[in-house]
């Protein structure tokens, strides 16, 4: 197969970015301007790189044109597209509120290289068909948001990105003892090749994939390895906050995905009633948390534990109509979750505490219609409501609940349980629109600023637009997300680009 080089693109253009963000050194307006037209570049390449493995099939380029398993390969798929579109365009919604952003982290001119830099890794991972060359760059992710969080304007943004990055330690062990046993097992590295293999892998595989799974877990932020997130999320930069709980959590996703139906197909089955399990616990666990805890952005943080579940839950129904739904379910939740949190840190901004906290935040959307609109339609979005986007994740959800209970009669059960944990999403957006936007302000509410001075409302405006386009239109991106699971039924089409013959 021919190269493309619009691999290159999503990676490059925000590698370019750092570059050029370096040498503005100290010029942080034109910095944010770069990051804007970089983030747009890449979102550029991205639907380019679409188009082209949606009606082409698998994309790869070989870099330094070692033929594969040798060297490094740069892979796009499907499943690589949708994640990559995904962050591609929250990626593009972050700057865009950066821009707007009043926070005193956006005036550091250590800041715009740092989250380029950030933004290179991210689509690095999503792109990359060599699993030692994923573990540098999500390494490398690791990194850029420890040191985006730590020069937050939260108090508690080093304590949180001192507990990230230890915590951080162990998913990096569980995934360099996979990475060493799948070594040993098939003697590659090269993704494609050790599919190629992995139907005749011994009970060393399984040790593989079992650290595999941990190491991917604990980069979703999913239960039992959930505890560093809601601290590392709620004191990130709001821009950040978005990004990270939206779409960094996602490349644990996709993680999942490419270990259950590219590199241990077979041995699959042995973990898929954990992730049911996991996943199950995760719904109700996140959403009773979410809501009974104390902060906005801390709300929201669990709820993406909970959505996380939801997620894990398809991937361990598998058949093709679940893992349409995982991937319509991840994309969604990218749009949606980004959207909530750049709201919530939008109200922050209005105050003078710059507050996030419950009891200092009864009614202060009050008098903001605009805001209480859109967080609404998001709220709304996430529980599942049609006709918003949100709404097609979960019939979807459903739907594949349905086709795996008829081949499986016990999960009914899981899936009468994912229709309860949609409900109790419905509970604390409601309760949580009701508290910012419905209640009279009280003596212990925040004061205002004058109006102005606050962050820009485009971003998470512009995010909502897309929920409710993606509702209103969601056949294009059913269709793209059931012809991509129906491609995962065989890992040949892949194996083939890439090995060829």
């Known amino acids: ?50 188009a082209q493995a949606l009606a082409e099939g698998t994309q790869i380029y070989r870099v330094g044109g070692w033929i594969p398993p040798y060297g490094i390969t740069l892979v796009a798929d499907g499943v690589t597209v949708f994640f990559l579109t995904a962050a591609a365009v929250v990626g593009f919604a972050v700057t865009l509120y950066t821009f707007g952003c009043h926070d005193k982290a956006m005036n550091r001119s250590a800041y715009a290289p740092i989250a380029l830099m950030q933004s290179a890794a991210l ?63 098939f003697g590659t590295l090269n993704m494609a090749d050790i599919a190629r293999q992995s139907a005749e892998a011994g009970t060393l595989a399984g040790v593989a994939l079992v650290m595999l799974m941990c ?140 507050t996030s906290k419950i009891e200092n935040s009864h009614g202060l959307g009050q008098k903001m219609p605009l805001a209480g609109a859109l967080f609404f339609i998001g709220g709304l979005s996430l529980a599942g409501i049609p006709p918003l986007n949100g709404f097609i994740s979960k019939l979807a959800l459903v739907q594949g609940g349905v086709a795996a209970s008829q081949t499986q009669s016990d999960q009914w059960v899981a899936l009468g349980l994912v229709v309860g944990g949609g409900i109790l999403t419905l509970l604390y957006v409601v309760r949580l629109w009701q508290t910012l936007f419905q209640q009279a302000p009280d003596d212990l509410t925040a004061e205002l600023k004058p109006a102005g001075q606050g962050d820009s409302i485009f971003a998470p405006a512009f995010l909502i637009g897309l929920c ?34």
């Open 215 to 354: 190491a991917f877990l604990l980069k979703s932020a999913a239960f039992p390895f959930h505890f560093w997130q809601p601290d590392f999320h709620t004191a990130a930069p709001t821009p950040m906050s978005a990004l990270l709980s939206s779409v960094v959590v996602k490349v644990g996703v996709y993680g999942l995905i490419r270990l259950t139906t590219l590199l241990f197909p077979a041995q699959a089955a042995a973990v898929q009633p954990a992730l049911i399990l996991l996943g199950l616990i995760g719904v109700f666990f996140g959403g009773v948390t979410a809501l009974r805890t104390y902060n906005v952005k801390r709300v929201l943080a669990y709820s993406t534990l909970a959505q996380i579940g939801f997620i894990l839950i398809a991937i361990g129904w598998g058949g093709e109509g679940a893992l349409a739904a995982a991937l319509l379910f991840s994309f969604n939740h990218a749009l949606i979750k980004s959207a909530l949190l750049m709201l919530a840190g939008w109200l922050a901004s209005q105050n003078t505490t710059k």
């Open 1 to 50: 197969m021919t190269d493309n080089a619009f691999l290159l693109g999503p990676i490059l253009a925000p590698f370019a970015g750092t570059i050029i963000a370096l040498l503005l050194w100290g010029r942080t307006r034109a910095q944010r301007w770069v990051m804007v037209l970089t983030s747009l570049a890449a979102l550029a390449f991205t639907l380019m790189l679409s």
């Open 123 to 185: 689509s690095g991972s999503f792109l990359t068909g060599d699993i030692f060359s994923f573990f540098v760059f999500i390494e490398l992710l690791v990194m850029t948001s420890v040191i985006l969080v730590a020069m937050s304007d939260n108090p508690d943004g080093i304590e949180a990105a001192t507990k990230y990055l230890l915590i951080s330690a162990m998913g990096s062990l569980f995934l360099l003892v996979g990475i060493g046993t799948t070594y040993a097992v």
């Open 468 to 501: 409710i386009a993606l509702g209103l239109f969601a056949q294009p991106l059913v269709g793209v997300a059931q012809q991509v699971a129906a491609g995962l039924s065989t890992s040949a089409p892949y194996i083939h680009a890439v090995l060829g013959g």
